[in-house]
């Protein structure tokens, strides 16, 4: 039986329509989820819609129209740019699903019962965009410490959860299990200026406002966004609080990567692995918070008018070059930066010239010399083995890098055997082979090495740009799309390849840029 590998993304608060910042997570996740498959996990990959809350209520009035209308409209706007973005998720999961409320009031219930929450009376710093509360210390200049905005002073009955009671057993499990919480800074950040200081008992209902899931057993109170939020994890995999939980959820929890932003990082390494202990469950293997994607070197903001949308970019530069930009340029552990001029020069010098250029000219020159027939190498120098181990040896590699998350390393790892495929044309220059007939065995041979590598390449290619992917594969005409079969033997002699098409073509700048209004 296969392993199991299961990976979620946060889900997306249904406020308004996702930008590329919010875009980046989804495409991270579905790049490890594809590497994963390719590498014979039996992977389930989850994301969705985060739809309760008095953000949404209050916009939804605005409007004109209920909450729930209000949130159907952007979940599937949020479906819909994931799909755009040629995403593999397993399951779009929607907090506003009946069995995920039941189950949710369940969750609830049973921590009453068992004393990890209890009746109380809140008053504190509330902000409404981010749901949450906060104390005098925790503000910052006045404000929101997470997103700057005004706060206000509220006070009302509300059910609390007893993270005290959970503090050392937290601590102690973080200690124990070094990975849990990724990058390492993130965890410094999580131990150090949250849990060694002292944990405070967490909000965990309302009464201010109706639109969420209302306590089973004082149904004056709803229960606040992270039980509701969090408990997705689980209950669409078929958690049942009863403990009669379905089959798929023994099969896939404990999850193994919980991709989210670094701004809900405590949310998920100190609310949600409380839960769980609570609960009796084991606790995800990985929580890996990511960085942002800035615009320029601002944060992006409705206010200062720099969003951009994968949705608007694909239509001018394809999805695979968007996917490319997003999963190589954004570093591993600090904020990564999106400019239309950034992106063209990607596309340009990596994905027009280093891949696609190579092949093009490779497969060119095939029906050029021998009418696309694809012959086996008879004629081995030594200048073919640096090729040939470099492209043996690359599976290797992108596996150290996945496994670390580390996948723009893992892309450069891949570009590499691209890289020196074209070295290789250059030391080869089967032009002037064709020239000499007593040189056609050589000439055959030097293609087929670059056809391998460029499948080779291709086939680790299909977890990071799959349509490119395909269509290097379909004008090579092969099948040979499996990590298995990395071998450089994997073009079967005798068959003719399909003819060139780009794959990206060159972009002038300038021109570009002036089209899209943005040059300076």
């Known amino acids: 039986m296969n392993k199991t590998f299961y990976i979620s993304t946060a889900i997306t608060y249904t406020s308004g329509k996702p930008h590329i910042g919010n875009t980046y997570e989804i495409v991270l996740a579905d790049a490890i989820a594809r590497y994963k498959r390719l590498t014979g996990y039996d992977v389930y990959f989850q994301t969705g819609t985060d739809e309760h809350g008095e953000k949404i209520q209050l916009k939804a009035k605005d409007r004109g129209i ?37 189950q949710v009031a369940k969750i609830f219930e049973r921590l009453y019962k068992q004393g990890d929450i209890y009746l109380g ?42 993270l005290s009671n959970y503090s050392e057993r937290l601590e102690k499990y973080i200690e124990d299990h070094p990975d849990f919480i990724q990058p390492e800074s993130r965890k410094n950040e999580i131990v ?92 995800p293997k990985k929580v890996f918070g990511h960085p942002w994607i800035l615009y320029g070197n601002d944060k992006m903001s409705k206010s200062k008018g720099n969003i951009v949308y994968v949705d608007e970019l694909t239509k001018e530069f394809g999805v695979d070059s968007v996917r490319y930009y997003m999963l190589h340029e954004i570093p591993f552990g600090q904020d990564g930066t999106f400019t239309y001029e950034l992106l063209i020069d990607r596309i340009n010098s990596d994905l027009a010239n280093i891949l696609g ?60 055997i691209f890289r020196r495929s074209n070295k290789y044309i250059d030391e080869t220059t089967p032009w002037i082979l064709a020239k000499d007939p007593n040189q056609e065995e050589r000439l055959k041979t030097v293609l087929y090495h670059l056809l391998e590598a460029i499948r080779s390449g291709a086939v680790l290619l299909q977890a990071f740009l799959p349509d490119t992917a395909d269509q290097i594969l ?25 003819q060139p098409v780009p794959l990206f073509a060159r972009i002038d700048k300038e021109e570009k840029l002036k089209e899209l209004g943005v040059l300076d």
Not at 491 to 496: E, Y
């Open 121 to 162: 009376n809140y008053e504190g710093w509330y902000c409404t965009p981010c749901e949450s509360f906060f104390t005098d210390s925790q503000l910052e200049d006045g404000k929101c410490p997470d997103c700057g905005r005004i706060v206000e002073k509220k006070s009302e009955p509300a059910y609390f959860f007893k």
């Open 357 to 416: 250029n190579l092949v093009n000219r490779t497969i060119s020159m095939v029906h050029k010399y021998f009418d696309g027939i694809v012959y086996e190498p008879t004629c081995l120098e030594d200048l073919d083995s640096e090729l040939i181990n470099l492209v043996l040896k690359t599976p290797e590699k992108v596996e150290q890098k996945m496994s670390e998350l580390r996948v723009a390393d893992a892309i450069d790892e891949i570009f590499e």
């Open 192 to 283: 150090n200026n949250f849990i060694k200081p002292g944990l405070q008992d967490l909000c965990v209902s309302r009464t201010s406002f109706d639109w969420g899931i209302p306590v089973n057993f004082d149904p004056k109170h709803v229960i606040y966004v992270w039980i509701d939020a969090l408990s997705n994890y689980i209950t669409f995999l078929g958690y049942h609080a009863d403990g009669d939980s379905s089959e798929e959820f023994k099969k896939y929890w404990p999850a193994d990567v919980h991709l989210i932003g670094k701004d809900i990082l405590r949310f998920h390494t100190i609310y949600w692995p409380i839960m769980l202990m609570a609960l009796d469950l084991p606790l």
């Open 474 to 498: 379909h004008q090579l005409n092969t099948n040979n799309r499996f990590i298995e079969s990395i071998d450089f033997k994997g073009m079967d002699s005798g068959i003719k390849l399909n």
């Open 66 to 102: 209920n909450p729930q209308e209000f949130v159907d409209e952007i979940s599937l706007e949020v479906r819909k740019i994931w799909d755009c973005m040629n995403t593999s998720y397993d399951k779009f999961i929607r907090t506003t699903n009946p069995n995920h409320k039941e």
